[in-house]
């Protein structure tokens, strides 16, 4: 959204695009495949529950 609001191209070159990969990496390595559901869970998250 940056990029696209300031047309900083070169954030997104520089910087922008290696925050992304590193982000998405993280995400990835905390991630586990549940095969009962099917699907990728993140486990150790705590919520807020709303009463």
Same mark, same amino acid.
């Given at each position: 959204?940056?990029?696209?609001?300031?047309?900083?191209?070169?954030?997104?070159?520089?910087?922008?695009? &290696?925050?992304?990969?590193?982000?998405?990496?993280?995400?990835?390595?905390?991630?586990?495949?549940?095969?009962?559901?099917?699907?990728? &869970?993140?486990?150790?998250?705590?919520?807020?529950?709303?009463?």
């Amino acid at each position: 959204m940056y990029c696209q609001t300031t047309g900083d191209q070169e954030f997104l070159s520089d910087y922008g695009a &290696e925050l992304m990969l590193e982000i998405a990496r993280f995400w990835a390595s905390i991630a586990h495949y549940n095969p009962e559901r099917g699907r990728f &869970e993140i486990h150790g998250v705590m919520g807020r529950r709303i009463p």
